[in-house]
């Protein structure tokens, strides 16, 4: 009797673990049998476990920051040659703007779509403007001395397009979608003057980080993009990054040389014999 009781528990059990099962979840019961009143038992569970039947990656808005933050500080800090690093904290802002002293910006889309800005003051664009050319070779006294100049701006508006370059590169390679972006925009701004850029996003998350140059001079870095994330379907290997020095070895190697046209056979065809008779 008690045989054909505990049997049953069993199925009633198994029964439920296949209901809740088919929600997405697994429910462990753990428990013992005990006596309950004459010549009956029950089954006392222990305490119920959830365990999670998807181990998907998600990569979200953080995610995303964090990777165009990495890449600000990898394509400045080999351009001037000075440690650049952001804050570990990041602000959740209403919309961004262009602020002074210097204010650069692009808009990107395809997989999906945002605005990036970055407000530089203008002890931290002279800084990284003198580093950056003087690191390419010229002298400090070819060099402007006023954050307002055109060198400047055209120098922090090729800086932003490594960035934003640099930054489409991985979202290629780390989560398999293609973005593209326009042109550099950049703005000589004064203390008066505030501009929002209006990216047309239909539900927009923003972000800001502060950045810090080798002489811990600030800017800002803020960062508009729909509500979206990125969920793993299956393991990859992120392709790795292309190696310019590489190639070029490759491509000068004696064997990767294109093969030379084959010998034309020997003797006239008719097709060259009649050719030679019209004097061609």
């Not at 999906?112 to 010229?138: C, D, H, K, R």
């Not at 120098?155 to 934003?164: F, K, P, Y």
């Not at 020095?245 to 046209?261: N, R, S």
């Amino acid at each position: 009797m008690l045989g054909l009781w505990l049997s049953r528990a069993v199925h009633t059990f198994s029964a439920l673990y296949v209901r809740c099962g088919e929600q997405g979840q697994a429910l462990v019961l753990r428990g013992v049998i005990v006596p309950y009143a004459m010549g009956t038992f029950r089954y006392v569970i222990a305490g119920p476990t959830m365990t999670a039947t998807s181990d998907n990656v998600v990569f979200g808005t953080e995610d995303v920051l964090i990777s165009l933050c990495n890449s600000v500080t990898r394509v400045l800090t080999v351009a001037t040659h000075t440690p650049i690093h952001y804050s570990g904290m990041v602000q959740r802002i209403s919309k961004t703007c262009l602020k002074p002293d210097i204010g650069c910006f692009v808009l990107f889309d395809g997989g999906f779509s945002g605005l990036v800005i970055i407000n530089f003051t203008a002890q931290a664009a002279m800084e990284l403007y003198e580093n950056y050319l003087l690191n390419m070779g010229m002298s400090r006294e070819d060099l402007a001395t006023s954050f307002t100049a055109d060198e400047v701006s055209n120098v922090m508006g090729e800086l932003m397009n490594q960035v934003v370059g640099d930054f489409t590169g991985k979202v290629r390679r780390e989560l398999q979608t293609h973005i593209t972006q326009n042109q550099p925009k950049m703005l000589v701004l004064n203390k008066q003057v505030m501009l929002s850029v209006d990216a047309n996003l239909d539900q927009p998350e923003a972000r800001r980080v502060s950045f810090y140059t080798g002489s811990n001079n600030i800017f800002y870095l803020e960062l508009a993009i729909d509500r979206t994330q990125f969920i793993k379907l299956y393991d990859f290997e992120p392709q790795e990054v292309p190696d310019p020095d590489k190639l070029i070895a490759e491509a000068a190697e004696p064997g990767a040389a294109p093969a030379a046209p084959a010998a034309a056979p020997a003797g006239d065809s008719d097709t060259d014999a009649l050719l030679k008779s019209l004097g061609m």
